[in-house]
């Protein structure tokens, strides 16, 4: 489920990726909030792998649905820890980054509609002429 790659191999996926992601996986508040994460969640020495699947999320290799899984199974975490660390991850790291996710993945993530259902703007009705009012002139 978790795939190595070498470095060739994540400079590739990083230079194809939107500026939105790229940001997002070097930013110094994407490492605070896993580490935030991994604190309150008593996790701390899962912090390296946490990250790296956070990292392959964020690259494209590693969807979000598979990310809750590993964190239960191969991380051993249980399935209550797991989900309650994934939906902290989700809405830090993940949602403020979700239109960029979807485009990637092209899919839906956490339920939120793709960005082209979101951004039509919406049509105006046009009124009709109302009979119960007299005309002006």
Not at 37 to 61: A, M
Not at 79 to 86: A, D, G, M, V
Not at 117 to 130: A, G, L, N, R, T
Request: glycine share 4%.
């Amino acid at each position: 489920m978790l795939k190595e790659y070498t470095q060739e191999q994540f400079w590739k996926f990083y230079k194809k990726l939107p500026q939105e992601l790229k940001d997002a996986l070097f930013s110094e508040e994407t490492g605070n909030a896993i580490y935030d994460i991994c604190k309150r969640n008593e996790v701390l020495e899962k912090l390296g792998e946490i990250s790296e699947c956070i990292g392959q999320v964020l690259l494209g290799v590693l969807s979000p649905t598979e990310f809750q899984k590993i964190l239960e199974e191969k991380m051993e975490l249980g399935l209550e820890k797991s989900k309650k660390i994934f939906h902290e991850i989700n809405r830090l790291i993940f949602s403020p980054v979700k239109y960029s996710l979807s485009e990637l993945y092209e899919t839906e993530i956490a339920g939120v509609a793709p960005p082209s259902e979101i951004e039509k703007p919406p049509q105006k009705k046009i009124p009709k002429s109302d009979v119960y009012r007299e005309p002006i002139e």
